[in-house]
């Protein structure tokens, strides 16, 4: 099982990417899936999350209104729509697959991770 993200890159303060995050091995349609990000020196910290039920999506304050996940399901992809960026922004950004249960918000729940993709949000 393979989580392989993608997307990142430099951008302008205002701008826009988005990542994806393709899986392979197995489909992850019957699970919830999630973005967290680590900035330079800190924590990893929770982005957002899509779980199980398709229209159920889930964000962290300080992306709420921003960003948007959303899956292909037939590609067995997850993407994360980044905008209005933010240099606070810039991160190693990882995608995450199926929940043990518990938090959402915890790096523990999730068991399978991707290799993550570097964000720089310039000023």
């Known amino acids: 099982v393979q989580l392989q993200a993608s997307g990142g890159g430099l951008v302008q303060a205002g701008g826009s990417l988005k990542l994806s995050c393709a899986a392979s091995g197995r489909t992850f349609s019957g699970y919830g899936m999630a973005w967290f990000r680590q900035a330079p020196g800190k924590e990893r910290e929770f982005v957002g999350t899509?779980?199980?039920?398709?229209?159920?999506?889930d964000y962290a304050d300080s992306v709420k209104g921003r960003f948007t996940i959303s899956r292909d399901y037939a590609k067995n992809v997850l993407n994360l729509q980044m905008n209005s960026l933010k240099p606070e922004d810039t991160a190693v950004y990882y995608c995450a697959g199926q929940s043990r249960g518990g938090s959402y918000y915890e790096r523990s729940t999730w068991i399978y991770w991707g290799q993550g993709t570097e964000v720089t949000v310039s000023s």
């Open positions: 899509l779980r199980r039920s398709r229209s159920n999506a």
